[in-house]
C-alpha cells in the first residue's frame, strides 16, 4: 500500500524530530496522488497501541508549483487546475512532496 508507506515514513519523521516526546497534535500535508482517507487508515493501523494514537491529527492538502504556458505566472494548485490569471494550461514546475510533517504540538493529548 502506497499510503501506508508513506504515513510510516512520517511517523519516523515525527519521532525523530520530537525525540521522543508526547505529541497532541500533528499536522499532516498529503500530496496531490495521495489519497486521505487511505493515509488516514494508515496512521490508525501505525500508530495502534502508541503514544501516538491519542493525537489529534490535521490532514491538510499539499499543492503543487504550477506556472502557466499562457502568461507565465506561477500559481500553487494541482496541474490540471487552470490558471487563476488568465485560465490558460499549466504545466508543474515543483511537484508537492507525497507527505509531510507540517507541524505538531508537544505534551500529552
Do not use: K
Not at 1 to 7: A, I, K, S, W, Y
Not at 20 to 43: D, F, K, N, T, Y
Not at 88 to 108: F, H, L, Q, T
Amino acid at each position: 500500500m502506497h499510503e501506508q508507506d508513506l504515513v510510516a515514513e512520517a511517523l519516523e519523521t515525527l519521532r525523530s524530530l520530537t525525540f521522543g516526546q508526547s505529541i497532541s497534535e500533528v499536522e499532516i500535508v498529503l500530496g496531490p496522488s495521495v489519497e486521505r482517507s487511505i493515509a488516514a487508515q494508515a496512521w490508525e493501523t501505525l500508530t495502534a497501541n502508541t503514544p501516538l494514537a491519542s493525537a489529534h491529527v490535521t490532514w491538510e492538502q499539499g499543492l503543487d508549483l504550477v506556472q502557466c504556458e499562457g502568461c507565465r505566472h506561477e500559481y500553487t494548485g494541482e496541474g490540471s487546475d487552470s490558471c487563476p490569471y488568465c485560465g490558460g494550461d499549466g504545466v508543474v514546475i515543483e511537484p508537492a512532496v507525497p507527505i509531510a510533517v507540517g507541524r505538531w504540538v508537544s505534551g500529552a493529548p
